[in-house]
């Protein structure tokens, strides 16, 4: 079973939302693992995609968005609206308002929500599902 971690925002601002992902697909990489960031739609991705060029003056992260062919590499991040495909399973990151596909295959989930009504409610409604699965949640306040 996952372990899934919800940060909430203080924040409204779908952009802070956006750059608070990038900052954790940056640990995420660091760290070794390329994650897969799934997102609600081709355009979200690409909102992603290209700020993941220029968050962080002099970072570095290898991505690639994801449209169900396999990418040359594996040591790349990949972003998409699809379901993760098998290599890509291990850490997710879902700034989609659905609950992923899949999930339990999964080692780790990560949530970020921004603090407006429609981020929030989604939110809860993957939480309650998490829950009822068995999943290991933990919540985390981000102040500015």
């Known amino acids: 079973m996952p372990e899934v971690t919800f940060y909430i925002l203080q924040s409204q601002s779908r952009n802070d939302r956006y750059l608070f992902a990038c900052k954790l697909?940056?640990?995420?990489?660091?760290?070794?693992?390329?994650?897969?960031?799934?997102?609600?739609s081709d355009e979200q991705s690409q909102i992603i995609d290209d700020?993941?060029?220029?968050?962080?003056?002099?970072?570095?992260?290898?991505?690639?968005?994801?449209?169900?062919?396999?990418?040359?590499?594996?040591?790349v991040v990949l972003i998409g609206c699809l379901a993760a495909p098998p290599n890509w399973q291990k850490t997710l990151i879902n700034l989609s308002s659905e609950y992923p596909q899949?999930?339990?295959?999964?080692?780790?989930?990560?949530?970020?929500l921004a603090d407006c009504?429609?981020?929030?409610?989604?939110?809860?409604?993957?939480?309650?599902?998490?829950?009822?699965?068995?999943?290991?949640l933990t919540t985390h306040q981000i102040k500015k």
Do not use: M
């Open 102 to 112: 899949n999930f339990k295959l999964a080692e780790r989930i990560l949530e970020i």
């Open 25 to 40: 697909i940056e640990k995420a990489y660091r760290s070794g693992h390329f994650c897969y960031v799934l997102t609600d």
């Open 117 to 136: 009504d429609d981020t929030k409610e989604a939110g809860r409604n993957r939480y309650r599902r998490y829950q009822q699965a068995g999943a290991n």
């Open 51 to 75: 700020l993941l060029w220029t968050f962080r003056a002099g970072s570095f992260i290898p991505h690639q968005r994801y449209s169900g062919e396999p990418p040359a590499v594996e040591n």
